[in-house]
């Protein structure tokens, strides 16, 4: 499977984007799904998590409330919605698809993994 993000660009804070990643090759609609991010000199981290039915949805503390993750099984396709963007929120983000039904924050439970799409936030 193949995982294409899309969706980034560079806002202002406080405005949103909508990233998107689509799977082809073969179906994720099985599989939980994450996303990921990583800001410039620092290492990736954890952002939200979908389990392969759009339910048991949990996020990290820092997009709680801002950030929601969705899916569309039958477009292969997962969605992150970013609200209330933050400059700390600037970073590349990397949609992943897990090992197992259920999202992680864990990145070892990710077999696949996208290439990434540049979320820049000005302040």
């Known amino acids: 499977v193949q995982l294409q993000a899309s969706g980034g660009g560079l806002v202002h804070s406080g405005e949103s984007l909508r990233l998107s990643c689509v799977a082809s090759?073969?179906?994720?609609?099985?599989?939980?799904m994450g996303w990921f991010r990583q800001a410039p000199g620092k290492g990736r981290e954890f952002v939200a998590a979908?389990?392969?039915?759009?339910?048991?949805?949990f996020y990290a503390d820092s997009v709680k409330g801002r950030f929601t993750i969705s899916r569309d099984r039958a477009k292969n396709t997962i969605y992150l919605q970013m609200n209330s963007l933050k400059a700390e929120d600037t970073a590349v983000y990397y949609c992943?698809?897990?090992?197992?039904?259920?999202?992680?924050?864990?990145?070892?439970?990710?077999?696949?993994w996208g290439q990434g799409t540049l979320v820049t936030v000005s302040s």
């Open positions: 090759g073969r179906t994720v609609s099985n599989n939980g």
């Open positions: 992943a698809a897990s090992r197992y039904a259920v999202g992680s924050s864990a990145e070892g439970n990710y077999a696949k």
């Open positions: 979908i389990a392969w039915n759009g339910g048991n949805t």
